[in-house]
C-alpha cells in the first residue's frame, strides 16, 4: 500500500490514522479542511489539486470529482491495458481511501433547519470515491468507519489487509452510501408532498443483536429509525436489567402506543401485544392499582407503561410481582432504588410522551413484501359522539366510553372492551367473531361487568353482542355503526334501555 486519500467530515481518530499510515511508509492525499488539520499536526500531506492539477473551485463543491481519482481508484492493477493507460496519462494508483460524508442525517434532524442547509449538506464527491474503490474492492481498501481504522492498520502492519477484509469494508461503503442517498430521497420526497411514491426505499440502523426472535429457533435482529422521534422505544434510555427481547420490543411498543392516549395519570399492562390492565387515576400510585386490579392474573409476566415518572410509592407495589419491563417518562431515585433490587427487571426511561399530529408511516412485512400506512393516530371527543339511541348517555357515561374507546383501539380485533370507574375489566381480544370477543370480556369482568361501559372496534354485524351486553347488565355502549344492520342493534339497546353512541370510525388492529 503506497497511496492513501483521505477525506472526512467526523475527523474522529483521523489524525492518529494518518500519523500511523505515515510511519508505514504511505503517501497521504487529502483535501480541505482535512489536509489543513493534519498539515497544521505535522503529517506530510498531498493537497488534491496536486493531484489533480486543478483547484478546488465552487466552495469546494467540486474538487476530487476528475480523472486522476477516479483512475487511481478504478484501474484494475493486474490488466495490461489498464497499467498502460494508466503511466501514459501519468496517473498513480490509490490503494486506500478514508472517507465519510456531509452531515446530511445531522443537518435535517435540526428543527430549524433550511431547506438550502440541507441541500448543501448533500455530499457528491465522497459517496463517488466511496463507491468507487469499493467497487475496485479487490485492489482497493475503502473505510467510512473510524472503528475500523485499528483493523486496517493490524492488518498492513501483518502483511496487508485481506481479501476478506476488503469485501467487508467494500459492502459496509456500499450499506453506507445506500442508507444516506435513502435519508437524501425520503426528504426531498417529503418536500414534494408526493404521499406514495413509485418506490419506497426506508434505512434502519442496528440497535443490538437479539438472543433470539419470536421462538428460540428464530434469529433476529432489532433496528433503529436513524431520525427516531422521541418518546418511542428507539430512543428509551434502558436504566436497569438484561437486554430486551423481541418480543419484550413488540409488547412493549404496544403499550407504549396505548399510553400515549392518555392525559391524566395512566398505567397500561400489557401481555402478547394486548392490553390486560388499564386504569386512570389521580395519582400514579391509584392509575397502577386499577391496572393491576384490571386482571392480577394476566399481568404477571407483564409489559407495564405508565405516563408519570414512577414514585417509591408505586414501585414498592410494583415490586410485590414479577414484571418483564416497567416502561416510564422517568423514575424517582428511590424508585430505582426499589426496582433494581430485581437484577432482571428491565426499567427504560422514555422522556416526554406524546401522539405527534402527523401519522408515522407503519410497515408490517410480508413474504415477498411489505405493507405501508399511517399510523392510526385518530382520536374522538364527546363532540364526535352520535347519539342513535332513545335513551341519552350521561355525562359519566360519555367519559367511560372515550376511555373504553381509548383502549379498544389498541386490542386486535375482533376486539371487545369493558370499562368502569376509568378501569379496563374486561377485554375481548382477538376473536374470529365479535359476540365470542364479549362473551370473554364479560366472563373477565364478573359481577362488575353491571353498570359498566362497552366498546367495540368495529360494528356489530347483528344485534348479539347487545344482547349478551343487556344480559350483563352493561348501560352504555360505544362502536363506529355502519352495518347495514345497524337498526337491529339500536333497536335491542332501546328494549333494555341502554345508550349506544357511533363515532364513525373503526379501529381494526390485525
Request: proline share 4%; net charge negative; charged share 25%.
Given at each position: ?164 477484509t476488503k469485501r467487508r469494508l467494500a459492502a459496509k ?320 339497546a332501546n328494549k333494555y334501555g341502554i345508550a349506544m ?10
Amino acid at each position: 500500500m503506497k497511496r492513501a486519500l483521505i477525506s472526512v467530515s467526523d475527523k474522529t481518530g483521523i489524525l492518529e490514522l494518518a500519523k500511523e499510515l505515515t510511519a508505514l511508509g504511505v503517501e497521504i492525499i487529502s483535501t480541505g479542511g482535512t489536509a489543513k488539520l493534519l498539515a497544521e499536526n505535522g503529517v506530510n500531506v498531498t493537497g488534491i489539486s496536486e493531484v489533480t492539477g486543478f483547484p478546488e473551485i465552487l466552495d469546494g463543491r467540486v474538487k476530487t470529482l476528475h480523472p486522476n481519482i477516479h483512475s487511481g481508484l478504478l484501474a484494475i492493477r493486474d490488466k495490461e491495458e489498464h497499467r498502460k493507460q494508466m503511466e501514459e496519462l501519468g496517473i498513480q494508483p490509490i490503494d486506500l481511501v478514508v472517507v465519510n460524508l456531509y452531515p446530511f442525517r445531522e443537518t435535517i434532524a435540526k428543527p430549524d433547519v433550511t431547506y438550502e442547509d440541507a441541500i448543501e449538506n448533500i455530499d457528491i464527491g465522497g459517496p463517488t470515491m466511496l463507491r468507487s474503490a469499493a467497487k475496485n474492492h479487490a485492489f482497493v481498501t475503502v473505510v467510512v468507519d473510524a472503528e475500523d481504522y485499528p483493523v486496517i492498520l493490524n492488518e498492513m502492519k501483518n502483511g496487508g489487509v485481506t481479501l476478506e477484509t476488503k469485501r467487508r469494508l467494500a459492502a459496509k461503503v456500499f450499506r453506507h452510501t445506500a442508507a444516506y442517498d435513502a435519508l437524501i430521497s425520503d426528504y426531498l420526497t417529503k418536500q414534494t408532498g408526493e404521499e406514495w411514491p413509485d418506490q419506497y426505499t426506508v434505512t434502519f440502523e442496528k440497535a443490538q443483536d437479539l438472543r433470539y426472535g419470536e421462538n428460540p429457533h428464530q434469529r433476529a435482529a432489532f433496528y433503529r429509525l436513524p431520525l427516531a422521534k422521541s418518546g418511542t422505544l428507539a430512543t428509551a434510555e434502558q436504566l436497569h436489567g438484561k437486554e430486551l427481547s423481541y418480543n419484550n420490543i413488540n409488547d412493549a411498543d404496544a403499550a407504549l402506543q396505548l399510553i400515549k392516549e392518555f392525559d391524566q395519570p395512566a398505567v397500561v399492562a400489557v401481555k402478547h401485544t394486548n392490553p390486560c390492565g388499564v386504569g386512570n387515576g389521580q395519582t400514579i400510585f391509584d392509575a397502577y392499582q386499577k391496572a393491576y386490579e384490571s386482571d392480577p392474573v394476566s399481568i404477571f409476566g407483564g409489559i407495564i407503561a405508565a405516563n408519570r415518572k414512577i414514585d417509591k410509592a408505586t414501585a414498592d407495589k410494583m415490586k410485590e410481582i414479577f414484571l418483564e419491563i416497567i416502561m416510564a417518562p422517568d423514575f424517582d431515585e428511590d424508585a430505582l432504588e426499589v426496582l433494581t433490587q430485581k437484577k432482571n427487571l428491565r426499567l427504560l426511561k422514555l422522556g416526554e410522551l406524546k401522539i405527534e399530529a402527523e401519522p408515522e408511516l407503519r410497515l408490517s412485512s410480508i413474504a415477498g413484501g411489505v405493507l405501508v400506512q399511517e399510523e392510526d393516530v385518530k382520536q374522538i371527543s364527546s363532540a364526535d359522539l352520535r347519539v342513535v339511541t332513545e335513551r341519552q348517555p350521561t355525562k359519566e357515561e360519555v367519559e367511560q366510553l372515550i376511555f373504553a374507546w381509548k383502549v379498544v383501539k389498541h386490542v386486535k380485533s375482533n376486539a371487545i372492551v369493558l370499562t368502569k370507574d376509568f378501569q379496563a375489566i374486561g377485554v375481548g381480544a382477538g376473536q374470529m367473531n365479535r359476540v365470542g370477543a364479549a362473551k370473554i370480556a364479560i366472563e373477565q369482568a364478573g359481577d362488575k361487568a353491571k353498570g359498566s361501559s362497552l366498546a367495540s372496534d368495529a360494528f356489530f354485524p347483528m344485534s348479539d353482542t347487545v344482547e349478551e351486553a343487556a344480559k350483563a347488565g352493561i348501560t352504555a355502549i360505544i362502536q363506529p355503526g355502519g352495518s347495514i344492520r345497524d337498526e337491529e342493534s339500536i333497536q335491542a339497546a332501546n328494549k333494555y334501555g341502554i345508550a349506544m353512541v357511533f363515532t364513525g370510525i373503526r379501529h381494526f388492529k390485525h
